[in-house]
């Protein structure tokens, strides 16, 4: 006999919440399947810029390639990390994205707290995009804190210098945008 049939109004509004449990389920994997099963994740996603900057980062050997990397402070900013090892690993930002709003996609596993991105898992083989515009200039360290791992990167957020060639100096993996 059904909910509905009991005369019941606590027995009808359980089974509708049932309902919508199920049927909510359903959709999430049906969009989740239908974008290949990329995390769909945007936190006050920044606005485009026709000037952006792509900075690709390998992850091989346990290493991130290029480090350091040189970015420009008020420039939209593309890191692109390639997992090129065998094993999962993490990128871990300190300090330089705290507050700072952000786009994430690719095959990875962001996860968020309160002061922001805490900290993303990249699968072997996997693709991982963070896009955002560098607030403050400094130096800031990136790592993988899964155990044993002990991978560091580095960010130089600088100035934006009037050959831009400049302030991009330190790495051969950052590519303008047109």
């Known amino acids: 006999m059904s909910p509905l049939t ?32 990329q995390a769909l994740v945007r936190a006050s996603e920044p606005e485009a810029d026709t000037q952006a900057i792509r900075v690709n980062i390998t992850i091989k050997a346990r290493q991130f390639h290029p480090s350091p990397v040189s970015v420009p402070v008020g420039r939209h900013v593309g890191l692109i990390f390639h997992n090129q090892d065998v ?27 309160e002061k922001g991105l805490e900290r993303v898992l990249i699968p072997s083989g996997g693709r991982e995009e963070i896009h955002f515009v560098p607030t403050v200039v400094g130096t800031f360290e990136y790592r993988c804190d ?29 590519q303008e945008t047109p």
């Open 6 to 37: 009991k005369g019941s109004n606590v027995g009808a509004i359980m089974w509708c919440q049932r309902s919508l449990a199920s049927t909510l389920a359903a959709l999430s994997l049906a969009v989740l399947w239908h974008h290949g099963g």
């Open 87 to 113: 094993e999962l690993h993490a990128f871990v930002p300190t300090r330089f994205l705290e507050g700072v709003p952000l786009h994430v996609e690719g095959n990875g596993a962001p996860q968020f707290g």
């Open 146 to 174: 899964l155990p044993g791992h002990q991978m560091i990167g580095t960010i130089v957020v600088e100035e934006a210098a009037a050959d831009q060639r400049t302030a991009l100096g330190h790495s051969d993996s950052v």
